[in-house]
């Protein structure tokens, strides 16, 4: 081979290698779209606005946390899903009592005792929080 067609194929190789290389990278775009809460055509709207968590203490070690029950600002209809979560100091899951409601729960009055799976070291106790899911609720 002549070297002038050799000077010509050596720009050509090149620039068919750097096309390969180019496309083994492409990657295809991802767009996300993100929404506020209740933004959407199904707002979730909570059935109470404020909850007190009241927790029952073992009767020989009062150390220790064996049931929680709430009350709430709003009476909440039969069917309303309450669940109480207890996040611990030294664990990532909660620990979690819930029930459902067979009766209507007048504003202000406590929900029955809700047992704990087990008991729970108040000391361990970093953060409660309530879930409240009302039964006309469907996603």
Known sequence: ???????????????????????????????????????GNNPVVSPTNDAWVNFTLDTTNPDYITAVSANFSSTLPAGTYVAIKLYLT?????????????????????TSDLPLPYEVDISDLNNVSVVVKSPTYSP
Do not use: D, H
């Not at 030294?90 to 406590?110: D, E």
């Open 90 to 110: 030294n664990q990532s899951t909660p620990v979690v009592a819930s029930t459902t409601l067979s009766s209507a729960l007048t504003a202000g009055q406590f």
């Open 1 to 39: 081979m002549r070297r002038s067609t050799r000077r010509k194929l050596v720009p050509l190789a090149l620039a068919l290698a750097l096309a390969m290389v180019g496309a083994a990278f492409a990657v295809p775009q991802i767009t996300v779209y993100v929404q506020q809460l209740g933004a």
